[in-house]
C-alpha cells in the first residue's frame, strides 16, 4: 500500500467514550426511531450492508464495555457502580423496546445514564491498573505500517491458504476500524493487530527459511511495539521466538519419531 492510499487516521477513543458518542448521536438525531436514530448516527442508510457493517461493529463496541464492567470483581466499587447499567446500555444498542416504532429518542435515551459511560471512559483514562485501549493516529499509522510490512512478507512467502486468508482478514478488519477510529475507537483495531502478528508467528512451525522466519518475527515484533506490548511480553522479545522455534522443532521431532515406531510396529 503506498502512502496515498493509507486511510485518513483520526484518534481513537476508549471504548466507553466511543459507546457513549454514538448514544449521543441518537438521542440527539432528531429522528422518530431506532431504526432511523441508528442511521442517522452511524451515517449508514438502513437497510444496507454498510449499515450491518457499522452496526455489528456499535455491537461489538459495547461487548467491549460490557466485558470491561464484568472483569470488575463483583465487591468492587466500579463493579457496583457501573454493572446497574448495563442492561440500559445494551437496549440502546439493539433498539429496545421496538426497533422501528415511533419513540422520543430525545427522551427515551437519559443523559445520566449516558453520563455514567463518560464516568467509567473517563476512569480507564485515568487508570494504571486497565488499559485505557485508546491511540492516537500516529500511534495507529504506525501500527498500520507494520500491519502492511507482515501483509508483504506473508504475500511473498509459501503460505497455506488457511493461514494467509486469516492473516488477510485481520488486516482487513483492522485496516477497517481504522478508518473509523474516531467512530469505533481503538479496541477493535488492537485486536485484529494481534491476532494478525500472532497468526504471523504461528507461521515458525511451517517455514524453512532462516531469512524468511526473521522476516516473519521482525513483523510481528513491529506489531506488538506499536501495540506497546513488547513490554508486557517481555524484555527479550527475540529469546521467546528462538524458544518458539525450538519448540516446533521438537513437537515435530516428536511426531515424527512417533510415527516412524507406529510404522515399525
Excluded: C
Excluded at 170 to 184: D, G, I, K, P, V
Aim: proline share 4%; charged share 25%; net charge negative.
Amino acid at each position: 500500500m503506498t502512502e496515498s492510499k493509507q486511510p485518513q487516521i483520526e484518534d481513537a477513543p476508549n471504548s466507553a467514550y466511543a459507546l457513549r458518542d454514538l448514544f449521543e448521536r441518537v438521542r440527539t438525531s432528531g429522528k422518530d426511531n431506532f431504526q432511523n436514530g441508528w442511521a442517522s448516527a452511524l451515517g449508514a442508510g438502513f437497510p444496507s450492508r454498510e449499515f450491518s457493517e457499522r452496526h455489528s461493529a456499535m455491537m461489538d463496541l459495547f461487548g467491549e464495555v460490557s466485558a470491561m464492567v464484568r472483569a470488575f470483581p463483583d465487591e468492587s466499587r466500579e463493579y457496583r457502580r457501573y454493572s446497574p447499567y448495563l442492561q440500559k446500555w445494551h437496549g440502546y444498542a439493539i433498539g429496545f423496546p421496538n426497533w422501528n416504532a415511533g419513540i422520543k429518542l430525545a427522551e427515551h435515551l437519559d443523559v445520566p445514564v449516558l453520563d455514567q459511560l463518560e464516568s467509567l471512559g473517563q476512569f480507564l483514562e485515568s487508570s494504571n491498573s486497565y488499559p485505557s485501549g485508546q491511540a492516537t493516529s500516529s500511534e495507529l499509522t504506525e501500527l498500520l505500517r507494520a500491519l502492511e510490512a507482515l501483509k508483504d512478507v506473508v504475500d511473498a512467502a509459501e503460505v497455506p491458504p488457511a493461514i494467509r486468508d486469516r492473516i488477510a482478514y485481520h488486516l482487513r478488519q483492522a485496516e477497517w476500524y481504522m478508518a473509523h477510529a474516531s467512530t469505533f475507537g481503538a479496541a477493535a483495531i488492537k485486536r485484529h493487530a494481534t491476532s494478525a502478528a500472532s497468526e504471523g508467528l504461528g507461521l515458525f512451525s511451517r517455514v524453512t527459511s532462516p531469512e524468511l522466519k526473521k522476516k516473519i518475527s521482525n513483523a510481528a515484533l513491529w506489531i506488538f511495539a506499536a501495540l506497546g506490548h513488547v513490554e508486557d511480553v517481555t524484555g527479550d522479545v527475540h529469546g521467546i521466538i528462538e524458544d518458539m522455534t525450538g519448540t516446533y522443532s521438537a513437537i515435530e521431532q516428536v511426531v515424527a519419531t512417533d510415527g516412524n515406531d507406529e510404522a515399525s510396529d
